[in-house]
């Protein structure tokens, strides 16, 4: 079996139980049935009043030093955001000011974000992008965003929003062939 791709995601959601939070559980199912994955998700909810008491990175916890050196060593990054008054939540920006100014070159991001309408759902041109951007990142074409009407439950439901995942996960398997699973061959 070929060595799993090391995927991150971040959850920017302090909310819990969180819709974002549903939207990046299903994007790395999408791409765990392509690709041999290793994945661990990083909530902010988790960890946003140690990381906002930091102004910087040497003052971070242990704990939260970790995280970001399992971003910055991550194969894939999965940027998944809430948006809050037209853009994401301040500590998801604060997590990312803290990571290495190179860290993410060349790092394949897949973008995702979740609002209350279809009114907020360029966040992922507008603002996600142009972050990873500056941070040298490689931000895959086909990003994922979502409102409450694609959720039922904190799952996943709406037909349109499991397309839009497929297409996503579809899109970033070629980047990653070497971790491609292999499919067995029947006796």
């Given at each position: 079996?070929?060595?799993?791709?090391?995927?991150?995601?971040?959850?920017?959601?302090?909310?819990?139980?969180?819709?974002?939070?549903?939207?990046?559980?299903?994007?790395?199912?999408?791409?765990?049935?392509?690709?041999?994955?290793?994945?661990?998700?990083?909530?902010?909810?988790?960890?946003?009043?140690?990381?906002?008491?930091?102004?910087?990175?040497?003052?971070?916890?242990?704990?939260?030093?970790?995280?970001?050196?399992?971003?910055?060593?991550?194969?894939?990054?999965?940027?998944?955001?809430?948006?809050?008054?037209?853009?994401?939540?301040?500590?998801?920006?604060?997590?990312?000011?803290?990571?290495?100014?190179?860290?993410?070159?060349?790092?394949?991001?897949?973008?995702?974000?979740?609002?209350?309408?279809?009114?907020?759902?360029?966040?992922?041109?507008?603002q996600l992008r142009p972050l990873f951007g500056f941070l040298q990142a490689l931000t895959l074409p086909?990003?994922?965003?979502?409102?409450?009407?694609?959720?039922e439950n904190y799952t996943v439901q709406s037909p349109a929003l499991r397309e839009r995942i497929r297409?996503?996960?579809?899109?970033?398997?070629?980047?990653?062939?070497?971790?491609?699973?292999?499919?067995?061959?029947?006796?």
């Open positions: 079996m070929s060595k799993p791709l090391k995927i991150v995601a971040v959850n920017g959601s302090t909310q819990q139980p969180s819709r974002t939070l549903a939207l990046v559980e299903a994007l790395i199912a999408e791409l765990d049935a392509r690709l041999h994955v290793d994945a661990h998700v990083i909530n902010l909810a988790d960890i946003a009043r140690p990381l906002g008491g930091a102004l910087w990175r040497r003052e971070l916890p242990t704990a939260i030093e970790s995280q970001l050196q399992a971003i910055e060593s991550a194969d894939l990054v999965i940027a998944a955001s809430p948006v809050y008054r037209g853009a994401y939540p301040g500590h998801f920006k604060h997590l990312f000011d803290l990571i290495g100014q190179e860290a993410l070159a060349d790092k394949p991001v897949l973008l995702a974000a979740t609002g209350g309408s279809d009114r907020h759902a360029l966040v992922l041109e507008h086909i990003g994922v965003y979502a409102t409450p009407l694609d959720f297409l996503a996960a579809d899109r970033a398997a070629p980047l990653f062939a070497a971790h491609r699973r292999v499919a067995l061959k029947a006796a």
